[in-house]
Structure formats: C-alpha cells, structure tokens
C-alpha cells in the first residue's frame, strides 16, 4: 500500500492512498463470498449460487457496499502505520476503483495543530483588568436595586406598572381580562406606548397582538392567534412605580454603616481579594489570545461547523438555528484556541505539580467562588484527583510563569480587545 500525505494547512492532512490491485482484489473476492451468503437467486437455495452468476446479477451494488466498507478497512491500517490523529471520521474526497485494477484513495481529515511559539518569555500582554472600584459601584447599585419599592402613582410614566381590564371580541365571542403591561416601549410583547400619561380610571382602545394579550393576562389558553392584532378596550385600575433609594449617606445608614465613604471602603475591603484574583484569570487570559495573535494558526472550521450544529441541533429550534450555530461556532472556536495553545504549552513547558501548587490553586479558585478551601475541597473532593482537574492546576501555573516575565500594557477605553477570531466557514456552509 502507498500512502504520500500532505499538509494542507495546520490541521489539514490530505492522504493520497494507492491500494495494490493483489491485495484489492483479494479482499473483494472475501466480500463477495461474505456477501452472496445473503443473496437469493432464483433456483437456487439462499447462499448456493454460483460466485459468478451472483457477481453478474449484483455487481453494481456489491461494488458500492464494497467500497464504503473496504475504505474503512484501508484507512485503520493507514492510521496505525503513520501514527495519525484526527477529529472527526475523515472525509473521502475521491475514491476510484474498476476490478483487477488498483485503488486509489483521497482522503482528508483534521486534527490539533502542532505550535511552535515564536516567544514565551518578555511578552508585552495589552490586558483589560476588573477595576476595584467599578465592582464597588455594580455592588452598590445592586443593593439600590434590591432595597427598591412599589408605589401607586396617579400618571403613568415610561416603565410603569398599569394593572388594566382588558375586553375584545374573537370570532362572535367576547371576552374580559385583567393583566398588566408596562407603559413605553421598554419590555417586547408587555409594553404599550399608548399608556404614557394615563390616569387611574382612563378609558382607551387600541389594537394589541394575541401574543401580548396572552402574557399580560397570563392566560395562555385564549383562542387568540398570536400575531393577530385585536381591537382591545383597557380600563386603567391602579398604575405603581418601582422606586428606588438615593446612594447617598442616608441609605449607608439604612445599611448600618455612618455614611457612604465608609460603606464603599468596608464593600471595597471585602471585595479586594476576590478582585485581585479575579484579574489573575483575566491575565491569564490575555496572555492565551496575545500567543494567538503572535502565533496566528488555521482552526479546523469542519469540525467547527458540525460541532456547532449538533449543539444548535439539541435546542430543537428551527427559526433560530442559523442564528445559534453561528453563536456556537464562535463559542467553540474560542474554547479550543485556548485548548489547543495550553496542549502546545504543557509540550513546551513541562512542569511537575507539588503539593503546595495544588493548594495554593485551589484556594485560589475557592475565592473566586465566596467560599472557604475547606469548603471548595468538600464540595470539588470528587474531582480533586481526576486527570482533568490537574490538568487545569497545570495550565494555571505555566500561565502564571509566563506572567511573570511579561510587560502587561492597559487598553484604553476606546481601544477594543483583541478577540479570538471565528473559524473560517466553509463555502458550503455559506452558501
């Protein structure tokens, strides 16, 4: 058996493969006397037909079962002579064979890109990191938020509650709801512009879909077409406001605290740890799409592409696919840059896990969780041990190794981040 490969691109090998005409034949010969076991021929007991009369009558598809099942067999053998490591099932792009000739097979398959870094140490890392301060204000704006209240108002402004009594007619049935939608534009399908400015008691008629008649109402079982608009009069019987606190020194007191500096020095103190490791991952990060822009290297977009559609697949949502196989191809791609430079690292940087490593990851990543290492140990103590969860103790400490040799430059905020670019598609897909 022949066999030239050729590289195509990182992770694309194209497998030129010439099968000898003695060794073809012999194992079309097998799979004819395998295969006539199943034909009847008529006059003949199943299985007593002569080979020829057999081959005469079948040979189109004996041939075809023949082929799809022997290119199998050729390629196993292929794989374990040259050692080939592939993603999916490879594709067969030609396959020619005529009895008593040879066959000839191309055959192309994907697999993991093998790196060669051009640098790993004194890497200039334009990193974006989580600012103290900021999570300071998300936090204390999520309590504003929390410590909110409804009140009854008179005039309904934009994203008011407005409890309503709805009545419209369907078919020569009429019907009477109450609900509630929101006055402006603000939430799709429970939002009516027309509510701005109303009062407690106003009358008005308009025209709303069947779909936001359903989910204002909450009554899903309304004969109502969804996309219809139903001609609707709405009764105004009460309109509440969400209203929040003021951040300023009396809601600190409100907190227990003397007045809002002290407030945002205690949530800045508490948060200070978590924060710091928090930027240690982000770091680690930036270095992983900083070794992809300088070590620019093809994805295998096949592998991608059909990824992607079986996760699209799974959801069952026909309208949407296209929209998520495209979300998915990005997510996938992104997931194995960062798999395929940390396989390429562990080959370049070798590294050997004590026991003190694996503590300190671990406290490290019971901090980023609000717990106790005792805590994370008892609820991880399954997959403490397990290959996976090393290999993530040692992707962290070769990245934190790197770190400390590189200059690490802030983007500004009006620079966007380098992002992981997307596989490339397929014309096929494309189209």
């Given at each position: 058996?022949?066999?030239?490969?050729n590289?195509?691109?990182?992770?694309?090998k194209?497998?030129?493969?010439?099968?000898?005409?003695?060794?073809?034949?012999?194992?079309?010969?097998?799979y004819l006397r395998?295969?006539s076991?199943?034909?009847?021929?008529?006059g003949f007991?199943?299985?007593?037909?002569?080979?020829?009369?057999?081959?005469?009558?079948?040979?189109?598809?004996?041939?075809?079962y023949?082929?799809?099942?022997?290119?199998?067999?050729?390629f196993d053998?292929?794989?374990?002579?040259?050692?080939?490591?592939?993603?999916?099932?490879?594709?067969?792009?030609?396959m020619?064979?005529e009895?008593?000739q040879?066959?000839?097979?191309?055959?192309e398959?994907?697999?993991?890109?093998?790196?060669?870094?051009?640098?790993?140490?004194?890497?200039?890392?334009?990193?974006?990191?989580?600012?103290?301060?900021?999570?300071?204000?998300?936090y204390?704006?999520?309590?504003?938020?929390?410590n909110?209240?409804m009140i009854?108002v008179?005039?309904?402004a934009?994203?008011d509650?407005?409890?309503?009594?709805?009545?419209?007619?369907h078919g020569?049935?009429?019907?009477?709801?109450?609900?509630m939608l929101?006055a402006?534009?603000?939430v799709?399908?429970?939002s009516l512009?027309?509510l701005?400015?109303?009062?407690?008691?106003?009358?008005?008629?308009?025209k709303i879909?069947?779909?936001?008649?359903?989910?204002?109402?909450?009554?899903?079982?309304?004969p109502?077409e969804?996309?219809?608009?139903?001609g609707?009069?709405?009764?105004?019987?009460?309109i509440?406001?969400?209203?929040?606190p003021?951040?300023?020194?009396?809601?600190?007191?409100?907190?227990?605290?003397d007045s809002?500096?002290q407030m945002?020095a205690?949530?800045?103190?508490?948060?200070?740890?978590k924060?710091?490791?928090?930027?240690?991952?982000?770091?680690n990060?930036s270095?992983?799409?900083?070794l992809?822009?300088?070590?620019?290297?093809?994805?295998?977009?096949?592998?991608i592409?059909?990824?992607?559609?079986q996760?699209?697949?799974?959801?069952?949502?026909?309208?949407?696919k296209?929209?998520?196989?495209y979300?998915?191809?990005?997510?996938?791609?992104?997931?194995?840059?960062?798999?395929?430079?940390?396989n390429n690292?562990r080959?370049?940087?070798p590294?050997?896990l004590?026991?003190e490593?694996?503590e300190e990851?671990?406290?490290?990543e019971?901090?980023?969780e609000?717990?106790s290492a005792?805590?994370?140990?008892?609820?991880?103590?399954d997959?403490?041990?397990?290959?996976?969860?090393?290999?993530?103790?040692?992707?962290?400490?070769?990245?934190?190794?790197?770190?400390?040799?590189c200059?690490?430059?802030i983007?500004?905020?009006?620079?966007?981040?380098?992002?992981?670019?997307?596989?490339?598609?397929?014309e096929?897909?494309e189209?």
């Amino acid at each position: 058996m022949q066999v030239d490969i050729n590289q195509i691109n990182a992770v694309t090998k194209e497998l030129n493969i010439t099968v000898e005409t003695d060794t073809v034949s012999k194992a079309y010969e097998k799979y004819l006397r395998k295969a006539s076991r199943d034909i009847v021929i008529p006059g003949f007991r199943k299985g007593k037909a002569p080979l020829n009369m057999v081959e005469r009558m079948h040979s189109d598809k004996i041939k075809e079962y023949f082929m799809k099942d022997y290119v199998d067999e050729v390629f196993d053998e292929v794989g374990k002579e040259h050692d080939l490591h592939y993603l999916l099932f490879p594709e067969v792009k030609e396959m020619n064979w005529e009895k008593g000739q040879d066959m000839t097979l191309k055959i192309e398959l994907e697999h993991e890109p093998e790196l060669e870094f051009k640098q790993l140490e004194g890497l200039t890392v334009p990193h974006k990191p989580q600012l103290l301060e900021d999570e300071v204000v998300k936090y204390l704006e999520q309590l504003r938020q929390e410590n909110g209240r409804m009140i009854d108002v008179e005039t309904a402004a934009k994203d008011d509650y407005v409890s309503l009594e709805f009545t419209f007619q369907h078919g020569s049935e009429q019907f009477t709801r109450t609900g509630m939608l929101f006055a402006g534009d603000g939430v799709n399908n429970r939002s009516l512009e027309a509510l701005v400015g109303a009062k407690t008691g106003d009358q008005l008629e308009t025209k709303i879909p069947g779909r936001a008649i359903k989910l204002a109402t909450k009554d899903s079982a309304l004969p109502l077409e969804n996309d219809f608009e139903y001609g609707v009069k709405l009764m105004v019987n009460s309109i509440t406001r969400m209203e929040y606190p003021e951040l300023d020194d009396e809601f600190a007191k409100d907190m227990e605290f003397d007045s809002l500096e002290q407030m945002k020095a205690k949530i800045g103190e508490d948060m200070k740890l978590k924060n710091e490791h928090v930027n240690i991952n982000i770091d680690n990060f930036s270095i992983i799409s900083k070794l992809y822009v300088d070590n620019n290297f093809d994805l295998p977009h096949k592998t991608i592409e059909y990824l992607a559609d079986q996760e699209a697949e799974k959801l069952n949502n026909p309208a949407y696919k296209q929209y998520l196989v495209y979300q998915y191809r990005m997510q996938i791609a992104q997931e194995m840059v960062s798999m395929y430079i940390m396989n390429n690292l562990r080959k370049a940087i070798p590294l050997e896990l004590s026991d003190e490593m694996v503590e300190e990851y671990m406290i490290h990543e019971a901090i980023l969780e609000d717990m106790s290492a005792e805590a994370y140990k008892e609820k991880y103590k399954d997959e403490l041990d397990q290959p996976s969860y090393r290999m993530g103790i040692t992707n962290y400490f070769i990245l934190r190794n790197i770190a400390k040799t590189c200059e690490f430059t802030i983007l500004e905020e009006n620079t966007e981040e380098a992002e992981i670019p997307e596989a490339e598609t397929s014309e096929a897909t494309e189209e």
